[in-house]
């Protein structure tokens, strides 16, 4: 068995329009969603009603609330689409039901919690030790179409820049030639 075949099996295939929510930050959604199609946003809701973005998605990754699915807290993000998406939903309960009886579906779902964590690792050093410029280049190096995909204000979103400052980045960058 490998995870397209779980999902398959036991998935809930799901059509998001642009714009529609599959969760809210404090719901309970115990959930985890693979993206077949589309790109979507994860962002929390600061105190001030501000908007910080955690991620952005698109098809192959793997998304859900950990503290919904593993603790049943509230989520504590938001997901967004930002196109249309089809999302396979499936329960991580059952997931792991699942893997402690496939030790091949074991080491897939291992896998994407590596690469989850590695993510997580590689978002908070460019947070913590790289400028906004250096993070606006890995950035760009790593999702090349973004800047087609989401508005400047996403992206300085992300960066956790003010808009005016990424306007400020482009232009240094540009007249660097980079």
Do not use: N, W
Not at 21 to 32: E, K, M
Not at 86 to 93: A, I, K
Not at 114 to 142: T, V
Not at 151 to 173: E, F, M, N
């Amino acid at each position: 068995m490998d995870f397209s075949d779980y999902l398959k099996d036991h998935g809930e295939r799901r059509e998001f329009a642009r714009g529609s929510h599959v969760f809210r930050q404090g719901d309970t959604d115990p959930s985890l969603y693979f993206v077949h199609a589309g790109f979507l946003k994860a962002y929390y809701v600061t105190e001030s009603g501000g908007e910080q973005i955690k991620s952005f998605l698109e098809a192959g990754k793997v998304i859900g609330s950990l503290t919904a699915a593993c603790a049943a807290e509230p989520a504590t993000f938001s997901l967004v689409c930002m196109e249309d998406c089809v999302l396979e939903r499936f329960s991580y309960d059952h997931l792991r039901d699942v893997a402690a009886r496939h030790p091949l579906l074991s080491e897939m779902v291992t896998g994407l919690l590596l690469d989850l964590a590695m993510k997580k690792e590689r978002r908070e050093y460019e947070l913590l030790c790289l400028s906004a410029e250096q993070r606006y280049q890995r950035l760009l190096a790593r999702m090349p179409e973004l800047a087609a995909r989401v508005t400047q204000q996403d992206i300085a979103a992300y960066l956790g820049i003010t808009p005016v400052a990424l306007s400020r980045i482009k232009k240094r960058l540009a007249e660097r030639g980079a």
